[in-house]
Every structure is written in structure tokens, then in C-alpha cells.
């Protein structure tokens, strides 16, 4: 296999990763939120109608999994955490 095989196969293992989870129930939508700026998780599920805090949890887990998405806590109170 010549050097340009070894990209294209490369290339659509990557694609084939991306959209395996951006075919998932709400990550699309959860990304989309996420472009506009970053969002408390509160702030998610208000901005999701529908989506189950546990769905968004899972969803948010993968994402930051792949490295598609990081988290930002504050030490000040109250508590908060930022995803973007």
C-alpha cells in the first residue's frame, strides 16, 4: 500500500469517527449549542428542550472522550462549571 492509500485510509477511519458520533441522538445538536459559545450544563439543557440530564451527561462524556469539548471549573461560589 503506497503512502496515498495509507491517508485516504486514514482519512476515512477520522471521517467514519466523526460522523458515528455526530449521528448520535442530540450530539449534533449539542455541538451546535456549544459553537455558538460555551454553556453551563444548565444552560444546555435549557437550551435543549427534550434532552434528559443523563442523555446530555453521556453526550458531554463523549465528547470530551474525543477531545471535541472541555470543561472549565471555578473554585469561587457557587460552583460552576463551563463546556465549550
Request: hydrophobic residues 40%; contains cysteine.
Amino acid at each position: 500500500m503506497d503512502e496515498i492509500e495509507q491517508r485516504a485510509i486514514h482519512c476515512d477511519a477520522a471521517l467514519t469517527g466523526v460522523f458515528t458520533l455526530l449521528g448520535k441522538r442530540w450530539t449534533g445538536v449539542i455541538v451546535g449549542v456549544l459553537l455558538e459559545r460555551p454553556a453551563r450544563f444548565v444552560e444546555l439543557a435549557r437550551a435543549i428542550p427534550g434532552i434528559t440530564e443523563g442523555m446530555l451527561s453521556t453526550r458531554l462524556a463523549e465528547l470530551r472522550r474525543r477531545s471535541w469539548s472541555t470543561g472549565r471549573s471555578w473554585k469561587a461560589p457557587p460552583s460552576r462549571r463551563s463546556i465549550g
